[in-house]
């Protein structure tokens, strides 16, 4: 196992909690802004989680794979899905992306395992 991802998601939510303690401001804007994007529409919330994931990993951001993967899980992501969102990210994001690809499958097996 690379990373426990489950750990990481709260450590990086009680990060996160602090932070909009100290800037609540900036941190109600960005909450209403990611809102607004992940709300149905064309396009489901559940692809719109995937997408995200896929910028977290063409971006090699930890935090973005793992909250963005547990919220494609909750949305109802499968695995096969979410191995065709690596694979794009890969495409867009070169090496890079295959070995951050890798950690977000790992990130999905853990996260969905209950």
Same mark, same amino acid.
């Given at each position: 196992?690379?990373?426990?991802?489950?750990? $990481?998601?709260?450590?990086?939510?009680?990060?996160?909690?602090?932070? =909009?303690?100290?800037?609540?401001?900036? $941190?109600? $804007?960005?909450?209403?802004?990611?809102?607004?994007?992940?709300?149905?529409?064309?396009?489901?919330?559940?692809?719109?989680?995937?997408?995200?994931?896929?910028?977290?990993?063409?971006? =090699?951001?930890?935090?973005?794979?793992?909250?963005?993967?547990?919220?494609?899980? =909750?949305?109802?992501?499968? =695995?096969?899905?979410?191995?065709?969102?690596?694979?794009?990210?890969?495409?867009? *994001?070169? *090496?890079?992306?295959?070995?951050?690809?890798?950690?977000?499958?790992?990130?999905?097996?853990?996260?969905?395992?209950?």
């Amino acid at each position: 196992m690379h990373k426990d991802w489950k750990n $990481a998601n709260q450590t990086l939510s009680q990060a996160i909690t602090d932070y =909009r303690k100290a800037s609540p401001e900036l $941190a109600k $804007a960005f909450s209403g802004l990611a809102n607004a994007a992940t709300t149905p529409g064309e396009l489901s919330p559940k692809i719109k989680e995937l997408i995200a994931m896929a910028i977290g990993i063409a971006g =090699r951001c930890d935090g973005c794979i793992g909250f963005h993967t547990a919220a494609a899980i =909750r949305h109802g992501a499968t =695995r096969a899905e979410v191995l065709e969102t690596i694979d794009v990210a890969i495409y867009m *994001g070169g *090496g890079p992306s295959y070995v951050y690809g890798a950690q977000a499958l790992e990130a999905f097996d853990q996260l969905s395992a209950g």
